[in-house]
């Protein structure tokens, strides 16, 4: 299938993750875009000219940080939460990317961490591979619960489900 022509106003053009993405304002959808450059095969003749939209924050990184975790142009994720971990924070810190680590002692440590949701959240905690203790917030709680129930009928096999 032959993708839908996009009429944009290109803004940044921003490497991330070792691919190249075009910040632009979508003139049919009336909002801001990012698209793949290796996907884009450009117009010919080019489009009229246009005065630059501001970028919502002025951060283009932070903007496209944003839109990645589905955001609508805040620079934090919608779910964020907190959790004690039982590995030193040296262990952690290499493996916890935008959260913040901090140390508790020798072999504990506070991780906060963001995600796109509840259930997420809970799950890239337990990548860690060691006791959490929920520091907060309530629906974090929540989301370990339901994730354990879940985790316990896929163990229990294909009868539990």
């Not at 142009?73 to 680590?101: I, N, Q, Y």
């Not at 917030?137 to 009928?153: H, N, T």
Request: net charge neutral; proline share 11%; charged share 25%.
């Amino acid at each position: 299938a032959v993708p839908p022509r996009r009429r944009v106003e290109p803004h940044h053009l921003v490497a991330r993750g070792g691919r190249w993405y075009l910040v632009a304002w979508d003139l049919d959808r009336d909002d801001w875009r990012i698209f793949r450059a290796d996907r884009i095969t450009p117009r010919a003749p080019t489009g009229p000219r246009f005065v630059p939209r501001e970028l919502p924050g002025k951060d283009v990184a932070a903007f496209l940080t944003a839109r990645f975790r589905g955001s609508d142009g805040s620079p934090d994720w919608p779910c964020r939460g907190e959790a004690v971990l039982h590995l030193p924070a040296s262990a952690v810190f290499p493996h916890a990317g935008d959260g913040t680590v901090e140390e508790l002692g020798p072999d504990r440590c506070r991780l906060t961490l963001g995600s796109w949701s509840w259930p997420s959240l809970a799950a890239a905690f337990c990548l860690f591979d060691t006791d959490v203790e929920v520091v907060g917030p309530p629906a974090l709680r929540e989301a370990f619960a339901a994730l354990a129930d879940r985790c316990a009928r896929a163990a229990a096999g294909p009868a539990a489900l």
